[in-house]
């Protein structure tokens, strides 16, 4: 018998075959590693590019019946962005369910080695190891205190215990949203535009940013377009996070 990160035990007798993906990330990495195994994704499941499996609804809203007509052997959940009661309903109808708990870079590569090794039967791939070794190192130099918005009108932000904000202080920045009980609280724009920062990231998810749409809302604070696959996806993405937002 083997568990989730949550505890839960899963009566997996053999690897997974037959793979149901609500976690766009690890949806990447089942499609990079084992595209013969994976049979069901989500609509936000968009990488890699072309993914030719069976749409089960969204992340919030999947399609329970779909899943159980895919006879899933393993359905891969994530404790943010699925909902639990999804979770208990596909678990009541007999499809096993292994739910990650993912809030810190560190976790998210326990995490996924131990899925690839007790669900899949699989040792690390390549991007994991290179992963691993890419962010075993300490923070680079400080380079002073950054912002994330997830949302605008009203405007909300990345905040205490979240996978991005973790990412954040190893790529040697300070998180300006760190503390409190909100995750992911609701800020004034005009406290998002002060000299109390030195930047602010504009990613393309969950709200598009664009170049027509969010910098201008900032007259006084630096501001950058980056992917937010780069910010909160775990997975393959992790080493172009490491690659590209780490200079």
Known sequence: MTTDDLGYDLPLSAPARRIVSLVPSITEALATDVPDRLVGATDWCTHPAGLAVTRVRGTKNPDLAAIRFL??????????????????????????VWVTAIETVPQALASLARLYDEALGLAAPPWLVRARSCWAGPPPAARGRVAVPVWRD??????????TGDLLRRLGWTHAYDEGEDRYPHVDLAALDTADLDLVL???????FTADDGPEAFTRVPTRLVSGRLLTWYGPAMVEAYDLLSS
Do not use: F, I, K, S
Request: a negative charge; charged letters at 30%.
């Open 154 to 163: 009203p405007w909300m932000v990345v905040g205490p215990r979240t996978y």
């Open 71 to 96: 006879a899933p052997d393993l359905v891969v959940a994530n404790q943010e962005e699925n909902r639990e009661l999804d979770v208990r309903r596909l678990r009541d109808a007999g499809v096993p």
């Open 202 to 208: 504009l990613p393309d998810e969950p709200y598009v």
